[in-house]
């Protein structure tokens, strides 16, 4: 009886404890990919840039942490774009940011879809494959198999 008790309680807490984490190999994914779709479209590739990618993560964290799926925020002082990127240190002129969200998927198709997702899509195309771009940041927040990603672009 005692074991069976334990063994329920331990499938309880497994149940209970979705892990939650930033997934950095996606978001390099993600970034190889947008650039492959940049050079297929003759624009020149984006360099990394670590304070978009702060902002990035920050926002896709807040978007699962507050159940909203937005580029405004209710969180303070986090409001929009710019106020992210300022926030984490970054040149917030001439910023842009996608937003993708997936559940039930693996790890490895979420990328291709998000940036497949992005392509089809007018605006986040434009942003994709704007020549005004220079950086990108992703932030990728998973929790289980459901991802939080966000983009943000920068000159």
Known sequence: MGRTLLLFAWLLLGMVA???????????????LCNRARLQAGVPPLEWDGHLALAARGHSRDMAEFDFFDHESPVPQ??????RVRQAGGRADLVAENLFWSSGHGCSTVASMAVDNWLH????????LGREYAHLGVGVFQRGQTFWITQVFGP
């Open 78 to 83: 986090k409001h929009d774009t710019e106020a």
């Open 121 to 128: 899509s007018e605006g986040h195309r434009e942003n994709l």
């Open 18 to 32: 979705v892990p939650q984490t930033f997934s950095e190999p996606l978001e390099q994914s993600i970034l190889v």
